[in-house]
């Protein structure tokens, strides 16, 4: 029992003493080896070698670059044109355009930052200008942002399947239900507060024109997901023919990026990738270090004698992931948490894909949270609004997101209707 409490102590003194994740992770490899292997440096090594040898990995570039080029181009401001055409006749139409926007740039852009930036850079100053409430409009930008990484694809998906070795084309399909739920709430939610606000008719020819302007960037989640889902091509392959689909078009055919603008984004998504990997690289060793020495297994046997109701452990576990949300940032959540977490849940019957969207759905919450939330830091300097008054448009949100996390784990059809 004192082999498995280590572990845990250290964790928690690096994370009170806020550590970076690098020192967290290889400090947690380093006494594991220590305390059941054999104590070699060459094991963690071989460990990071063989953890980093995956070809998923290469999905995660591709899937931020697809992201970026089509938010630096015009494809987010082409969706807006659409969804804007067919929500006018809605009270609060605007508003309702704001989360379907967001929705079908979440299904490009696998990031939730990219989303609200990319959907709010557009719809901040329209829906103000409009006359919507200024607390309202942020809060619908931030929130509408985090759709980015339950609707597939997601990164933070593709981080949970590598560190726990889960389909992530099961995955996927189970983040459609979810991520639908919540833009159907936050779309419905919109309509009832901004019920009052004006309508405008319905103007076919505008949709028209929307959908021709906007045309080759709506087959984009076309091609992505269906090609995914249909098995024509893999997880890596789809970001692939993703990337180069993203490229031509903004090149050649709405002709908004040059080589040269390509060249910088390119750059700002290998500065990602150069301090996530070396990260992740450590996280995925840690992780085989930890099952070749039953570690998760331990630790079940050691909970079990806590908590013998599952209700009990999704209530434990829930609590600990939204804690856990408002003070790390989720690839961090993800990479420490879910190798341990994920053998407990199914212990008690909640199997790795549907505990990766609930633990996901959790993390979500975090991106519109204090003190690390996300959504509100990087609102905060793109919107240049006061962190106080966008923690506050984000509440009413927040509580939304909770009971459609509740809806998910209790009614699991959700996320799992689609799963084969």
């Known amino acids: 029992m004192t082999a498995v409490l280590l572990p845990i102590g250290l964790l928690t003194v690096l994370l009170v003493l806020r550590q970076p994740l690098m020192v967290i992770l290889l400090a947690l490899a380093a006494m594991i080896h220590l305390v059941w292997g054999r104590g070699e440096l060459a094991d963690i090594v071989e460990d990071l070698w063989i953890a980093i040898d995956k070809e998923l990995i290469l999905s995660i570039p591709m899937f931020m670059l697809c992201g970026q080029v089509m ?59 409009a006359g919507y409430e200024r607390r309202f409009t942020l809060g619908a930008v931030m929130s509408g942002g985090t759709l980015g990484i339950i609707i597939p694809p997601s990164i933070p998906m593709i981080l949970y399947a590598l560190v726990t070795e889960t389909s992530i084309v099961e995955l996927f399909a189970a983040g459609v239900g979810p991520g639908l739920l919540l833009t159907f709430v936050f779309a419905l939610y919109a309509v009832w507060r901004n019920r009052h606000m004006p ?65 910088a984004i390119v750059l700002e998504a290998a500065r990602f990738g150069g301090a996530l990997f070396p990260v992740l690289a450590i996280a995925l060793g840690l992780s085989i270090v930890l099952t070749e020495h039953h570690v998760p297994a331990t630790l079940v046997r050691f909970v079990q004698n806590w908590i013998d109701s599952p209700l009990t452990f999704i209530i434990v576990v829930n609590l600990l992931l939204l804690a856990v949300g408002c003070l790390m940032t989720i690839d961090t959540a993800i990479l420490v948490l879910a190798p341990l977490l994920t053998p407990l849940a199914a212990a008690y019957g909640y199997g790795p894909v549907l505990f990766g969207v609930v633990m996901i759905l959790n993390l979500e919450i975090g991106y519109l949270t204090p003190p690390v939330g996300l959504n509100l830091i990087v609102a905060m300097g793109a919107f240049k609004q006061p962190f106080g008054l966008l923690c506050r448009a984000a509440a009413p949100f927040i509580v939304l997101m909770l009971a459609c996390l509740a809806l998910v784990i209790g009614q699991p059809w959700i996320a799992m209707g689609l799963v084969k």
């Open 199 to 263: 309508t405008t008719p319905f103007d076919g020819a505008e949709l028209w024109r929307a959908l021709r302007a906007g045309a080759w960037a709506a087959m984009m989640p076309v091609i992505l997901l269906g090609g995914i889902y249909s098995g024509v091509f893999s997880t890596t392959e789809a970001a692939a023919v993703a990337l180069v689909y993203a490229v031509a078009i903004e090149l050649f055919v709405h002709r908004e990026l040059r080589l040269g603008d390509f060249f």
């Open 71 to 129: 938010t630096k181009g015009s494809t987010a401001r082409r969706l807006i044109r659409i969804m804007q055409a067919l929500t006018p006749r809605i009270p609060g139409g605007l508003a309702v355009a704001c989360m379907l926007s967001c929705a079908l740039d979440a299904s490009i852009s696998g990031s939730s930052i990219v989303t609200m930036l990319a959907i709010g850079s557009v719809m901040v100053p329209a829906m103000l200008r």
